[in-house]
């Protein structure tokens, strides 16, 4: 581990004894392991912002990107039994629970596009009746839905998992057919924290890490792009979250497909952790900052706005972040129900710029794969 002198209770104390990675950053040159707990620990949240602004400079100038986009949640029927989650139901009969149809995915797809939406997301549950067979028949009826220019960003790692398994089918014959079928990119839900013995408490028995981290492997080696996610606040240590970051990285160094990072804020309304609380802001913005400075090759840090709410999202901005994601159109339930600020996430795109610019950067509307529109 680096060596580092004990910090006294000031900031330019701090700030000098910061130093050696601090210069590290503005060589360019990658942060250790070690260098990214100890920056965790930091509380001069202006030696922090500044330092993760070198590197989102470096990567991206003062561009903040956002899309028009909605998201689709088919189900929240799924056979998990994640801790943290308040999203799922048991059966379809339970009160709350919903399994649309192939006919009323479509017709909900006809109901939120609107020219100028250039992204629809499709995530939910692993609802346990329905295979790669029925995903793809999904995909394929949306793409005749929507306009051939609207990327279609559907299911995270755990839901390939799973139906490709209850298919017979291996992970790279189930996504090539999702390809085939009108698949752009897949996002990057499911991976919530990667230490095994963590992951046996919150998420037992979800899709283990080094799974999640080969599923997206294949789908780079097909040319899919993703988007990677860390949930964070709540049993997880400085450690844990660092040890997840890394993990992200050597999948990056390898197969280059990740075009996005998400920090993604635990929830704690209505699930079984609720009385651990959620992460304060110093805790969020750290992350951000971290995020951003360990995470060297992988281009983009999100602010997922819906979960951080549009203040703290604001404010992830001067800590790194460059993408807000996007205008939403009330589509997702997945963090309202979980007890997110915003109940009914709806954002235009001009209020979304004004946020942008008001935080000193310059708003760029983007596709799903960055390119600007």
């Not at 943290?84 to 649309?100: D, K, L, P, Q």
């Not at 992951?199 to 999640?212: F, G, L, Y």
């Not at 990677?228 to 999948?251: C, K, Y």
């Not at 699930?271 to 304060?280: F, I, Q, R």
Request: net charge negative; proline share 4%.
């Amino acid at each position: 581990m680096d060596s580092f002198a004990p910090i006294p209770n000031t900031a330019s104390s701090r700030v000098f004894c910061y130093e050696p990675i601090a210069s590290k950053v503005k060589r360019g040159e990658r942060l250790s392991t070690e260098q990214a707990i100890r920056l965790l620990d930091c509380t001069d949240l202006d030696f922090l912002a500044g330092l993760a602004d070198v590197t989102r400079r470096r990567i991206n100038g003062d561009r903040v990107f956002y899309n028009q986009n909605f998201h689709i949640e088919p189900s929240n029927v799924c056979l998990h039994r994640c801790r943290f989650c308040s999203f799922r139901r048991n059966s379809v009969e339970e009160e709350g629970a919903w399994a649309w149809s192939i006919e009323e995915v479509c017709q909900y797809a006809r109901q939120k596009y609107h020219p100028g939406i250039s992204e629809v997301h499709v995530t939910g549950s692993v609802h346990p009746d329905r295979n790669l067979f029925f995903y793809a028949d999904l995909i394929e009826a949306l793409r005749v839905v929507l306009p051939a220019h609207v990327s279609i960003k559907a299911f995270s790692a755990v839901e390939i998992d799973y139906m490709c398994r209850s298919a017979g089918k291996s992970h790279i014959e189930g996504l090539e057919l999702l390809r085939e079928k009108g698949l752009n990119a897949i996002p990057g839900g499911g991976a919530e924290i990667f230490d095994a013995h963590l992951r046996s408490q919150i998420c037992p028995d979800k899709t283990d890490a080094q799974t999640w981290l080969s599923i997206h492997d294949s789908a780079h080696q097909l040319g899919i792009a993703s988007n990677a996610t860390m949930l964070f606040g709540h049993l997880e240590s400085p450690e844990q979250q660092v040890d997840h970051l890394e993990r992200i990285r050597n999948q990056q160094d390898k197969s280059g497909g990740f075009i996005a990072f998400i920090p993604l804020k635990y929830k704690s309304a209505r699930n079984e952790l609720s009385h651990l609380g959620e992460a304060d802001l110093l805790h969020t913005l750290r992350l951000f900052a971290v995020s951003r400075l360990f995470l060297d090759n992988i281009p983009h840090l999100k602010a997922y706005w819906p979960m951080l709410g549009k203040e703290a999202t604001q404010m992830a901005l001067l800590f790194g972040a460059d993408d807000l994601d996007g205008t939403i159109r009330q589509s997702t339930k997945i963090y309202s129900m979980a007890g997110a600020e915003e109940q009914n996430p709806d954002m235009d795109k001009g209020v979304l710029r004004n946020l942008i610019r008001t935080a000193g950067y310059l708003p760029v509307e983007r596709d799903s794969f960055y390119r600007e529109l």
